[in-house]
Each structure stands twice: as structure tokens, then as C-alpha cells.
């Protein structure tokens, strides 16, 4: 079945760039998705991207998406003490497939 | 709007006993997701609902039955609980008219000792 996977600890300096990456492995993948994850808290969507981009930019939050290599990143600038958090990459091929998560990536900022 | 709603946020049980996680949402979605989270595990597909009145397997569903009798509601049942579903369970919803992402709930914590 589908798999999508990404590194499971990612540690930064406040106020330097974070960039946690993804692959899958589903050439269909139609939509791929960033959420967060607070202590405590149910998952948030961050942003996401479509398949036919290859970056999305949101403020702090930049998407790279390298459908060749099925490779998925997403950049945080200027990452602050509020950014840790785990963050997942998720993946869909249609609407009406359920997403399937990876394992999510904890990001530690240091002050 | 509250968005999506589960009850209870926490329970013990015993090895054996069973208890059904009820999710709530508010937003009208046909779609309706319980997955369960787990150290190391990332998340893990349990069952969905694409509308009232339908079920189907996810990833691991083994142990595990579910209901969607009312489009607002999607419950999730243990019928004899073991330590192995000791876990985190996250319920989401879909709306896919609109828009492609999901919603979530705060979670509930389960310990089956």
C-alpha cells in the first residue's frame, strides 16, 4: 500500500530555518498536506500543495514539491520557540481516499 | 461551532471490558475518519464513513467496530478492550464539496490495563 515517510526528530536554533522533509511513494498522489500537531491537541492543517505545483509559499511556510523524486519538503523561516511541535506529511490520491499520515517529524527549537 | 467533538477526552478500562468513543461534528461532512496514534506509529487509518449509513476498513481495524447511524455522528467501539488498544484515537471529518482538508478532534486518551 501507499507509504509516506519522514524523519522522526528534527532539532533548530530560534530564529533559524527549519525544513522537514517527506517522501511517498504513491505516483498518484493528487493532493499532499503539512499538519501540526501541539502537546495535547488534535492535528492542524498548515498548508498543502497540489500535485501539479512545485512550491507553495504562506507567509513563514514554504512547500517544495519534486513530483519526480516523490519528495515533499516544507521550509519554516525564522523558526520560533512556538514552531515545536510534531508535523506530519500526509497524502491523498482523490478527495474520496482517506489521507494516509507518515509518522510525523518532532521539531525541538532550541532558544 | 465547535467543530468536531469527542467524548470522553480520557478512560481507563480493564482488560476485557468495552466502551464506545462517540465523535460529533458540526459542519455537515460526509466524510468521517477514526484513527488511532501511537508512539513511533504516526497515524494509523482505524475505519472511515463516506455518508450515513456506511462503514469501511482502514489500515487496522481489528478490534474495532463502528457505526455512522446520524450524518453528525460516528462512534467507535472496543467490544472487549485489550492493553494492545491502549492508544491516542483522533476523530476527523471531510468535507469534500468545498474543500480537501481534514478536520480533527482533540483526541481521546484510552488506557486498557
Known amino acids: 500500500g501507499e507509504d509516506v515517510e519522514q524523519s522522526l526528530f528534527l532539532s533548530v536554533r530560534e530564529g533559524d530555518s527549519s525544513v522537514i522533509n517527506c517522501t511517498y511513494t504513491?505516483?498518484?498522489?493528487?493532493?499532499l498536506y503539512w499538519y501540526k500537531q501541539e502537546p495535547g491537541a488534535g492535528l492542524q492543517l498548515l498548508t498543502y500543495?497540489?500535485?501539479?505545483?512545485d512550491m507553495k509559499q504562506d507567509q513563514r511556510l514554504t512547500v517544495l514539491l519534486n513530483k519526480k523524486d516523490k519528495h515533499l519538503s516544507l521550509r519554516i523561516a525564522d523558526t520560533q520557540t512556538g514552531d515545536s511541535a510534531i508535523y506530519f506529511c500526509?497524502?491523498?490520491?482523490?478527495?474520496?481516499?482517506?489521507?494516509?499520515f507518515g509518522k510525523g517529524t518532532r521539531l525541538s527549537v532550541i532558544a | 461551532n465547535a467543530g468536531v467533538t469527542q467524548t470522553p477526552k480520557f478512560r481507563v478500562l480493564k482488560t476485557g471490558q468495552s466502551m464506545t468513543l462517540l465523535c460529533a461534528q458540526d459542519?455537515?461532512?460526509?466524510?468521517m475518519y477514526w484513527y488511532r496514534q501511537d508512539p513511533g506509529m504516526g497515524l494509523r487509518l482505524i475505519h472511515y464513513?463516506?455518508?450515513?449509513?456506511?462503514?469501511a476498513k482502514g489500515e487496522v481495524p481489528d478490534g474495532y467496530n463502528v457505526s455512522r447511524l446520524k450524518k453528525q455522528n460516528f462512534l467507535l467501539g472496543l467490544e472487549s478492550a485489550a492493553p494492545s488498544q491502549t492508544s491516542v484515537y483522533f476523530c476527523a471529518s471531510r468535507d469534500i464539496q468545498t474543500n480537501e482538508k481534514l478536520f480533527f478532534g482533540s483526541g481521546t486518551q484510552l488506557s486498557v490495563l
Open positions: 504513491d505516483s498518484s498522489s493528487t493532493y
Open positions: 500526509a497524502e491523498s490520491s482523490t478527495t474520496n481516499t482517506p489521507l494516509v
Open positions: 500543495i497540489f500535485s501539479n505545483m
Open positions: 459542519m455537515n461532512h460526509e466524510y
Open positions: 464513513s463516506v455518508g450515513e449509513g456506511t462503514t
